[in-house]
């Protein structure tokens, strides 16, 4: 029972912070989009930062599980990255509190949404240092660090979708793959101990 009016809980303030982004959102409005009173959720979650932090980790359990779906054995570890990240920025750009996050950060840089955004990052960056570590182990590719190229070719790959997107115009799918093979993972593959 007490699991169901949790859930209840983080599907309202799923649907608050969509709506109302972090700051707009009260505990009023998640009471009232969850259908339960506002005493409730406080049986649960201490106040709104602790209620968003547990709508983040669901988000970010969900990123990671679309992360290691992608990666399949048959495919190369540069298509399995890349698959990997695609999928996770399609999920960014249609996930609501992930639009709406996003938004924030943009617009009013509140220092909640951005330690927000920066759990986001780290996940999909402990993710692709996962996969580096894996292929490292498999002689696949070499690196020193993992965790340092985990976060150069994610900051990459954001870089290509949306800053350039935004400076030139789009590049589709298959031209960012290419790119990242050519400038990125090509040195992962060929470079040796030195």
């Known amino acids: 029972m007490l699991e169901n009016k949790r859930q209840l ?42 209620l968003f932090d547990a709508v983040l980790q669901q988000i970010i359990a969900e990123m990671e599980h679309i992360f290691f779906n992608c990666i399949l054995p048959e495919k190369s570890v540069s298509e399995n990255l890349h698959s990997a990240l695609y999928e996770l ?25 951005k330690r927000a955004m920066d759990k986001v990052e780290d996940a999909i960056i402990g993710c692709l240092e996962k996969q580096l570590v894996s292929a490292v182990e498999q002689k696949k ?29 789009s590049l ?9 093979d050519q400038h990125f993972m090509y040195a992962l593959v060929h470079n040796k101990e030195m």
């Open 89 to 113: 920025l399609e999920f960014r750009k249609e996930h609501q509190v992930m639009m709406k996050l996003t938004y924030e950060v943009r617009m009013f840089g509140t220092e909640h949404s």
């Open 172 to 180: 589709g799918k298959q031209a960012i793959a290419h790119i990242l």
């Open 141 to 169: 590719i070499y690196t020193s660090n993992p965790r340092i190229a985990a976060f150069l070719l994610y900051k990459q790959y954001m870089a290509l979708v949306f800053d350039y997107e935004e400076k030139y115009g």
């Open 9 to 50: 809980v983080l599907e309202g303030a799923a649907s608050a912070f969509s709506m109302y982004g972090f700051k707009g959102t009260t505990m009023d409005k998640v009471a009232a989009l969850a259908g339960i009173g506002k005493g409730t959720i406080y049986t649960t979650f201490k106040n709104k930062e602790a």
